[in-house]
T-cell receptor
Framework: EAGVAQSPRYKIIEKRQSVAFWCNPI?????LYWYQQILGQGPKLLIQ????????DSQLPKDRFSAERLKGVDSTLKIQPAKLEDSAVYLC?????????????FGPGTRLLVL | GENVEQHPSTLSVQEGDSAVIKCTYS??????FPWYKQELGKGPQLIID?????GEKKDQRIAVTLNKTAKHFSLHITETQPEDSAVYFC??????????FGDGTTLTVKP
């Protein structure tokens, strides 16, 4: 089966600019996650969707980050305006059903550098 | 919320030796414990997982043990090979499928 797709793979922007990332989960997976992975650290959950509804966004910096999942499939994560500390890898993951504690599948990530 | 601590942060072994990575968690409601391997430039990939009703699970050279009373779980890799070199993450999943990750262990297997 096709894996989780993400684009772009790399992005360099200046602080205060805006940026958007796109994710296409595995077909049929109800749950989609966005994680932020800072160099040398484990992934940190930003937002979790089940179908097109938000399950958890408690760690999303809502003053600058936004995410949506239209029609319960693809998702976009936006940062506006970006700060230097937003430099990280942004990982998208999907799973069949979180209530059943099923495996998460990660995409390759988008590497963001904010100058 | 959940807190996961992972040790050691770096581990270097000779090819053929065993490697052990340990994690502790804080939330007794967590009931699913996956381990991921992350290679450079790639996303984490699940290598083994264990659920709270099981104490040990093995898959060829990889095994995971879970002690729910003590809230810790460990990854064991036997007969290590150079291709095992990567960053390994543990995670604890609880309510509504939310996972909390450790900060990773960089494993280097020397030929």
């Amino acid at each position: 089966e096709a894996g989780v797709a993400q684009s772009p793979r790399y992005k360099i922007i200046e602080k205060r600019q805006s940026v958007a990332f796109w994710c296409n989960p595995i077909s049929g997976h109800a749950t989609l996650y966005w994680y932020q992975q800072i160099l040398g650290q484990g992934p940190k959950l930003l937002i979790q969707f089940q179908n097109n509804g938000v399950v958890d966004d408690s760690q999303l910096p809502k003053d600058r980050f936004s995410a949506e999942r239209l029609k319960g499939v693809d998702s976009t994560l936006k940062i506006q305006p970006a700060k230097l500390e937003d430099s990280a890898v942004y990982l998208c993951a999907s799973s069949l059903d979180p209530q059943g504690l099923t495996q998460m599948y990660f995409g390759p990530g988008t590497r963001l550098l904010v100058l | 919320g959940e807190n996961v601590e992972q040790h050691p942060s770096t581990l270097s072994v000779q090819e053929g030796d065993s490697a052990v990575i340990k994690c502790t968690y804080s939330d007794s409601a967590s009931n699913y414990f996956p381990w991921y391997k992350q290679e450079l430039g790639k996303g984490p990939q699940l290598i083994i997982d264990i659920r709270s009703n099981v104490g040990e699970k093995k898959d060829q050279r990889i095994a995971v043990t879970l002690n729910k009373t003590a809230k810790h779980f460990s990854l064991h890799i036997t007969e290590t090979q150079p291709e095992d070199s990567a960053v390994y993450f543990c995670a604890a999943m609880g309510h509504a499928g939310k996972s909390t990750f450790g900060d990773g262990t960089t494993l280097t297997v020397k030929p």
